[in-house]
């Protein structure tokens, strides 16, 4: 039906499980950057960067709901996979966001 076999039992869960603990660290990683760059700013003066990467960390933040949320639910239901499928989603999206945030503010265009 979704293209995946339920092994051991997890079915919609065995994504989601993978997404709920990476997503809570890419958290964690943001947070930690908004700060240095908070104490960067100091003395590069100041950019919109944490800005930025406080919104990759409502991506995140969505990843992380939406997977927990899918988990919960009955593999057998469709909002588990549309929940799965969000926190997929918001994932990657967020990565893709957070890699070009460092590498605008690497060279310096943001």
């Known amino acids: 039906m979704n293209g995946r076999s ?8 065995a994504l989601s499980q993978h997404i709920l ?4 660290t890419m958290i964690g990683v943001c947070t930690t950057l908004v700060g240095l760059v908070k104490i960067a700013e100091a003395q590069i003066g100041p950019s919109h960067v944490d800005e930025a ?5 409502v991506l995140f933040l969505v990843s992380a709901a939406a ?3 899918s988990m919960r639910l009955d593999d057998d239901r469709p ?11 918001c994932f990657v999206i ?17």
């Open 6 to 13: 339920p092994k051991g039992g997890h079915g919609v869960r």
């Open 21 to 24: 603990p990476a997503a809570g």
């Open 53 to 57: 990467v406080s919104l990759t960390a």
């Open 67 to 69: 997977s927990y949320l």
């Open 79 to 89: 909002l588990a996979v549309r929940l799965e499928r969000i926190a997929d989603i």
């Open 94 to 110: 967020g990565l893709l966001s957070l890699s070009t945030i460092t590498l605008l503010f690497a060279y310096e265009s943001i």
